[in-house]
């Protein structure tokens, strides 16, 4: 089987990061990457939906990543619980 070189660049960061999950899952940087480009072409797009967010959304995440306006739950059920009605 003849083979094709992908070639490129990523923040060193967020490649040990992922390298790292990869190396947990017992699956290899080229395994992945074959993986992903499989899906790729079996569903004739990305495997993922990627979507703008609304401004509310936007918001949110600008709120959480500067601590403003936060809940804070002692437990995962209290969280839901304040979802409710």
Same mark, same amino acid.
Not at 33 to 57: A, C, H, K, S, W
Not at 62 to 69: F, V, Y
């Given at each position: 089987?003849? /083979?094709?070189?992908?070639?490129? &660049?990523?923040?060193?960061?967020?490649?040990?990061?992922?390298?790292?999950?990869?190396?947990?899952?017992? $699956?290899?940087? /080229?395994?992945?990457? &074959?993986?992903?480009?499989?899906?790729?072409?079996? &569903?004739?797009?990305?495997?993922?939906?990627? $979507?703008?967010?609304?401004?509310? /959304?936007?918001?949110?995440?600008?709120?959480? &990543?500067?601590?403003?306006?936060?809940?804070?739950?002692?437990?995962?059920?209290?969280?839901?619980?304040?979802?409710?009605?």
């Amino acid at each position: 089987m003849k /083979t094709a070189v992908v070639h490129s &660049r990523i923040e060193p960061e967020i490649k040990s990061k992922a390298e790292n999950i990869l190396q947990q899952l017992g $699956v290899s940087p /080229t395994e992945a990457i &074959r993986m992903f480009y499989t899906q790729i072409t079996l &569903r004739n797009g990305l495997p993922f939906d990627l $979507v703008v967010p609304n401004e509310t /959304t936007k918001q949110a995440l600008r709120d959480s &990543r500067s601590g403003k306006n936060l809940e804070k739950f002692d437990t995962a059920e209290a969280m839901f619980e304040s979802w409710e009605p």
